[in-house]
């Protein structure tokens, strides 16, 4: 057995998950309400810091309230954990439990950095390097439909149970639009691999950005009009998949009170919580892989540097990760930018717009390849 | 008359969403950077910064009894306050004054005076009932306690708070 | 595969299959087979079909699995009731495993290349990218791969399927379109109510 192997992969699956994941949620938890309260012309949560009056000091350190999502957990952990008499009680705990795990697995095939070079050795910075990449994060994610539905079931009361309902038949349908949308992506690339699309992009241009290396032909610009469309397709759709706000009915709060979660208490509320700022994150890492070029530096094909030098990959990932803040930045000011949709108007758009609109992409993306090509 | 309002036609642009979507960010995100460079008029950071200085005359803080320009307390004990006061925040123990005392001929005066301020609502309403003008509602509003007792102001806190007040009423006056 | 985990694999989906049949809670039933599933997709893994894998995750257990539960929630089933036990049934049902079993047995006792441990067959993949070479380099990024070193599963299960099987998949879409018309055709009801006058 490769020890290296064994203990590096280790190492990348503690360290992405429990330090980069998990601390971003907590982050994410942060952001939102600062962005939600400067979007409101409020200040927000700034006060939470180093309490240094305790240990006898004169003044707190305030550090711009960024030891709030510590207050918040330690909130979340002291109040009291309610089980309903009336709830089907293996399924109630089984549920926030199912909506956390798929979220914390999809990272595992999400290339957070090209390459690390430890003692010599060069080191993916991906968990699993799996040639079914997107498929993959699609297979995963959709079993957090799961956690949803079952918890709905679970509470054993109306609002959940309609929340539940919605958030199922919401998630299957925009799945089919989110899995259309990458097929095109997926036909220019030729790749299933997350790792090789996201290098073949640092060598050619971004997917929506062709401008060095290959990129700058003609072919690739002609792609730029389905790619758009997918781009756009994809981020939509995955605002659904993750229950985000133009799309949150499974828990909209005019209509279903708090939906899947009301039931739910203390942390395993949190779980529902941080699931989905997981998803949201993972989500967010997805789009960057597939269409802005994951780790990869602008202008500067860097992958061979990174094989060599120590400083490159960490930078790489310094790049991927700043790229992901930026866009989860996106999904929130989104989020408190558009009001809720209704149902039927979400429905329709799922099945009569994107669905038609990804599988018409499909046939352009065939068409432009077919004539590129030859 | 019957007035029909007619459905807007949509043109193709509005119909896509996307155009008025893009407005909307737009506006959002001018909303975060004003407020980042501070153009932004924001609520007031509440320990740091306080609005003291811009109180109004008419502001309404803790009740308080007040000492005239001799020192003499005010309170005549006559518990019209007491009756008066909605929440029932003020208890009064009245006692007689000596007959040795300067201020004998007042009469009554309060041997203990207490006013529950977890309970009082800031009405006013024993400023504006008492005929001695001796309780006075004054500026200060951050009252605050670890146990209820410390809540509990008693005639000394509220003399403590009040002070001297000059004036208004000389029905006790000697030269009177 | 360590052997090991080739067993946790098979338990868990045999276990699980079972307590579909033996549980009567139906929700039980239908999550238990999600975790079958799951088993499975682990074995095909296990094989290097990664392909395999994913889309049994993808297709069974995150889309067809969460269909049945929906209707399985909606339609409010409730637990089973126990039965009197069926003797001729329970027989039948024995015999007809058993039956199986022996079959099963007698098949792969036949079987000569299935001896050879599968960790002592190597994956031949240079042999394959020079064969393709040889044969005109239909697909160059198969061939790029199987040099690279990794078996290219996805890609070759999209050869195989538009290029050889090409027409057989297009019956089966076919097929699956006919079908999908006429569940809408017959589950539309007929529209006798004028719109805007309400039901
Ligand atoms: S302000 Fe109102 S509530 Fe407070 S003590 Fe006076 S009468 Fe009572
Ligand atoms: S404060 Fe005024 S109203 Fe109250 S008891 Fe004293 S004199 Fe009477």
């Not at chain 1, 297979?139 to 079952?150: C, D, K, M, R, T």
């Not at chain 2, 008419?58 to 307390?73: I, N, Q, S």
């Amino acid at each position: 057995m490769d020890w290296f192997l064994v203990l590096s992969s280790l190492i990348k699956i503690s360290g992405f998950t429990f330090l980069v994941i998990l601390p971003m949620v907590a982050l994410c938890s942060l952001a939102e309400r600062k962005v939600s309260a400067y979007i409101q012309d409020r200040v927000g949560p700034n006060r939470v810091g180093v309490p240094m009056t305790i240990f006898g000091a004169k003044k707190d350190f305030p550090l711009f309230g960024l030891i709030q999502p510590l207050a918040d957990g330690l909130k979340f952990i002291l109040k009291e954990d309610l089980t309903p008499k009336h709830v089907r009680k293996f399924y109630f705990w089984l549920a926030p439990v199912l909506t956390m795990v798929p979220a914390l697995l999809t990272c595992a095939v999400i290339p957070f950095g090209s390459y690390l070079n430890i003692g010599g050795r060069e080191v993916k910075m991906v968990i699993a390097d799996l040639n079914v990449g997107p498929l993959f994060t699609f297979a995963i994610a959709s079993l957090g439909v799961y956690g949803i539905v079952l918890a709905g079931w679970a509470s054993n009361s109306k609002y959940p149970f309609l929340g539940g309902v919605r958030s199922s038949s919401q998630m299957i349908s925009y799945e089919i639009a989110l899995g259309l949308s990458v097929v095109p992506v997926l036909m220019v690339f030729q790749e299933l691999n997350l790792g090789m699309i996201v290098e073949e992009q640092d060598r050619n241009g971004w997917l929506l950005l062709p401008l060095w290396g290959e990129g700058l032909s003609w072919q690739r610009w002609a792609l730029l009009l389905p790619m758009g469309i997918s781009f756009v397709v994809f981020t939509i759709a995955m605002f659904a998949e993750t229950n985000r706000m133009p799309f949150d009915l499974p828990e909209c709060e005019t209509e279903l009170v708090a939906g899947y979660h009301t039931e739910y208490s203390s942390m395993k509320f949190a779980m529902f919580f941080l699931g989905e700022y997981a998803a949201m994150i993972i989500g967010s890492g997805l789009i960057v892989t597939l269409f802005l070029g994951g780790w990869s530096i602008p202008f500067l094909p860097t992958a061979e540097l990174a094989k060599t030098t120590w400083w490159m990959g960490l930078l790489h990932m310094g790049c991927f990760l700043t790229k992901v803040a930026a866009f989860i930045f996106f999904f929130m000011w989104v989020r408190w930018t558009l009001p809720r949709f209704r149902f039927d108007q979400l429905m329709r758009l799922g099945w009569v717009f994107f669905f038609e609109l990804a599988l018409a992409n499909v046939f352009l993306t065939a068409l432009i390849l077919m004539i590129v090509k030859r | 008359m019957a007035y029909v309002v007619e459905r807007p036609k949509l043109s193709f642009a509005e119909k896509l969403y996307f155009p008025s979507i893009l407005k909307g960010l737009k506006i959002t995100l001018g909303h975060i950077i004003r407020l980042m460079r501070g153009r932004t008029k924001v609520t007031m950071q509440y320990p740091e910064e306080k609005w003291d200085a811009s109180l109004p005359a008419h502001y309404r803080g803790a009740p308080t009894l007040v000492t005239d320009e001799v020192g003499r307390e005010r309170c005549v004990a006559c518990q019209l306050c007491e009756f008066i006061c909605p929440p029932r925040a003020i208890t009064i123990t009245p006692e007689q004054i000596p007959t040795e005392d300067k201020w004998a001929k007042v009469e009554k005066r309060p041997r203990e005076f207490k006013i529950d301020m977890i309970r009082c609502i800031y009405c006013g309403m024993c400023e504006e009932v008492c005929p001695e003008q001796a309780i006075y509602l004054r500026k200060d509003y951050a009252i605050t306690g670890t146990t209820r007792e410390e809540m509990v102001h008693d005639k000394k806190r509220l003399y403590e708070l009040g002070g001297v007040r000059e004036g208004l009423v000389n029905k006790w006056n000697e030269l009177k | 595969m360590p052997q090991p985990l080739f067993y946790l694999f098979v338990a868990v989906m045999l276990g699980f299959g079972a307590a579909v049949v033996l549980l009567r809670n139906p929700v039980s039933s239908a999550l238990s087979l999600v975790v079958s599933f799951a088993g499975l997709a682990a074995l095909y893994v296990s094989l290097n079909a990664y392909f395999a894998g994913v889309l049994q995750v993808l297709v069974y257990a995150g889309a067809v699995m969460v269909l049945f539960l929906f209707i399985i929630m909606l339609m409010d089933i409730r637990e089973e009731q126990r039965r009197k036990i069926n003797k001729v049934a329970v027989v039948g049902g024995a015999a007809l495993v058993v039956g199986f079993v022996v079959q099963l047995g007698g098949v792969l006792a036949g079987y000569e290349a299935g001896r050879k441990p599968l960790d002592r067959v190597p994956l031949q993949l240079a042999e394959a990218a020079e064969a393709r070479r040889a044969v005109g380099n239909v697909s160059p990024g198969i061939t790029a791969d199987l040099e690279r070193g990794t078996l290219p599963d996805t890609k070759l299960v999209g050869e195989a399927l538009f290029t050889r099987y090409h027409l057989q998949l297009q019956m089966v879409g076919v097929l699956l379109l006919v079908a999908t018309v006429g569940v809408i055709v017959i589950s539309r009801r007929e529209d006798r109510v004028v719109s805007g006058s309400g039901e």
